[in-house]
């Protein structure tokens, strides 16, 4: 009995050392390859440019999410299509979706600058941009509709209100040099 206990023992042992050894070398698997990354990224023309003191100046990629400790996106800078984008997100709200707070685009060639609201109000916010015509910024309800416009325009600037469902309601504003009120029914 006691050969038994000690060939169960044995095996036990082996099979632990077995298991050791497949992480271990999943373990230098890992080290390799992310060495063999870093160095086709630093080797590779165009990815990433590395000083004389081995430090990478600079980096090429197409998107940078960062993220918090539970792995969720927090901050994202990269391309929108043709376009680059930076959004700064929230943390996740109780139905589990997340939203970006603060988002910087450029859009054909226009700057455009998003911040929105927290709690309740997560889709009210204030857009900015400026473009050929000039700068304009949008205040959004809680529907993510336009609530009033801002715009300065060559002819002046104006400001257009609209009603909870978006549709314009009134409006003022100075066109070539002369005060404009209108209501809209």
Request: net charge negative; glycine share 10%; proline share 4%.
């Amino acid at each position: 009995m006691d050969n038994e206990h000690s060939l169960a023992k044995l095996e036990k042992e082996l099979a632990r050392v077995r298991r050791d050894l497949r992480r271990l070398a999943s373990a230098v698997g890992l080290v390799v390859g992310a060495l063999a990354l870093v160095w086709g990224l630093a080797a590779e023309p165009g990815l990433a440019q590395v000083g004389a003191d081995n430090t990478v100046q600079t980096v090429y990629a197409e998107a940078f999410v960062v993220v918090d400790g539970r792995g969720k996106p927090r901050a994202y800078l990269g391309m929108l299509g043709d376009n680059p984008k930076l959004a700064l997100f929230e943390k996740q709200d109780s139905f589990g979706k997340q939203y970006s707070r603060v988002e910087l685009t450029l859009t054909d060639g226009a700057p455009k600058l998003t911040l929105r609201g927290s709690g309740e109000k997560i889709l009210s916010g204030i857009v900015l941009f400026v473009d050929n015509d000039g700068p304009t910024m949008f205040l959004i309800n809680e529907s993510d509709l336009q609530s009033a416009k801002l715009r300065v325009t060559e002819e002046g600037p104006a400001l257009t209100l609209t009603d909870a469902n978006g549709d314009v309601r009134a409006g003022i504003g100075v066109m070539s040099g002369v005060p404009v009120v209108f209501p809209i029914r």
